[in-house]
């Protein structure tokens, strides 16, 4: 009895821990930011139609999960975005360095995606 009890606590506990091993490995991004980024995608990508539009752009965006946490993503897409605006109001964004490298290491990512996931 008391070797049943020991056993079936020791496994409850084996389990709890790779259950929360597995669930630290669980993605990062929110519903709502992989939402919006493929309805963006699919709006860049107007070629493709709606079911291989949402099958592609999902796999881009679960790509970029992969190597951004949500925070890192949003800075960075935001960067990105911005950019591009004249004068002042897109420096901030062009002149800071470490948003510089983080844009690189998207634009590298996302291109990557792109072709992995077979979107032109």
């Keep these: ?45 107007t070629k493709l139609n709606v079911y291989e539009g949402v099958h592609k752009c999902s796999c881009v965006v679960d790509k ?21 605006l004249p004068a002042d109001r897109g420096a901030q964004f062009r002149d800071d360095k470490g948003l510089s490298s983080g844009i690189d290491k998207y634009e590298e990512l996302s291109a990557s995606a792109y072709k992995e996931c077979r979107i032109q």
């Design 64 to 84: 970029l999960d992969e190597a951004f946490t949500q925070t890192e993503f949003e800075d960075i897409n935001t960067g990105y975005m911005y950019k591009n």
């Design 1 to 45: 009895m008391k070797k049943t009890i020991l056993s079936t606590a020791l496994l409850a506990s084996a389990s709890m821990l790779s259950f929360n091993a597995i669930a630290e490995n669980q993605k990062d991004f929110s519903t709502v930011t992989k939402v919006q980024y493929v309805n963006d995608c699919m709006q860049a990508n």
